[in-house]
């Protein structure tokens, strides 16, 4: 039986193809103004993070996690990363392949799923950037220690996450449209809501599993900020934060 993570990619293949924003890749003028220092990244779907939060990023090893789709990867490299890009998404690799072979960049890419071992090195990166991705996976705590295993000591973890706020409520932003926790793979009601929006299996997690999770895992807590979810729905229009992006340090 096929698992839930790989259906999840098929899925978000699809998406892409139909016109999926976090899809499009960055257009060569949005490179050639990252190359000049103008440039921004969305850990969430609004609000850029602070580019602080990078410190000196030149000459770094990166490591986009679940971060295809050559919209990130583009920017780092053109700030002068070495960056390592893994999704378990076809057409999200396909596309960093092609910002890469268009810009005249080398970026090493790994097909895997996250969920499981990372094929990677211990202590291998510098930093980890990890945009909206873990609500399309049932536990979350292996990633955190996957992360703390690849991330040199000292090394950042930037991520972005989903609140159960956005989980509740239904895209509208005016109902609440099912219970907590959510989790299509025990609920089968929960399932067959996910099969009938074709949104593939999403989970919620709490912010001890978010947050908590990655101290667990030997991380310090540093940083963090809100974010809507940009769309024209009620949460949006009056301010009330779907998402959230926390900068941790390995110690």
Not at 115 to 134: K, Q
Not at 139 to 165: D, M, S, Y
Request: negative net charge; proline residues 4%.
């Amino acid at each position: 039986m096929e698992k839930y993570t790989y259906k999840n990619a098929k899925t978000i293949d699809q998406w892409v193809k139909n016109g999926w924003e976090w899809g499009k890749p960055l257009s060569h003028e949005e490179y050639l103004k990252a190359l000049k220092g103008d440039f921004k990244i969305l850990l969430t779907p609004v609000k850029a993070m602070p580019k602080e939060w990078l410190g000196e990023i030149k000459g770094k090893k990166v490591l986009g996690l679940a971060s295809g789709g050559g919209q990130q990867m583009p920017i780092l490299t053109a700030l002068g990363a070495q960056c390592t890009v893994m999704d378990l998404s076809d057409t999200q690799l396909e596309s960093e392949k092609m910002v890469a072979e268009r810009e005249g960049y080398k970026i090493k890419i790994v097909k895997a799923d996250m969920t499981e071992r990372f094929p990677l090195a211990d202590e291998e990166f510098d930093l980890i950037i990890n945009p909206v991705a873990n609500c399309y996976v049932e536990e979350i705590q292996p990633i955190w220690h996957e992360c703390a295993r690849v991330l040199k000591k000292g090394g950042v973890l930037l991520t972005g996450f989903e609140n159960a706020v956005g989980v509740a409520f239904n895209e509208k932003g005016d109902k609440i449209c099912c219970s907590l926790p959510f989790n299509p793979l025990k609920n089968e009601e929960q399932r067959q809501e996910c099969l009938k929006e074709n949104c593939g299996y999403q989970f919620s997690h709490t912010l001890r599993e978010e947050i908590i999770g990655q101290i667990e895992e030997g991380f310090r807590l540093e940083d963090l900020y809100e974010d809507v979810a940009g769309k024209d729905d009620l949460l949006s229009i009056n301010g009330i934060p779907c998402f959230i992006a926390t900068k941790s340090i390995k110690d």
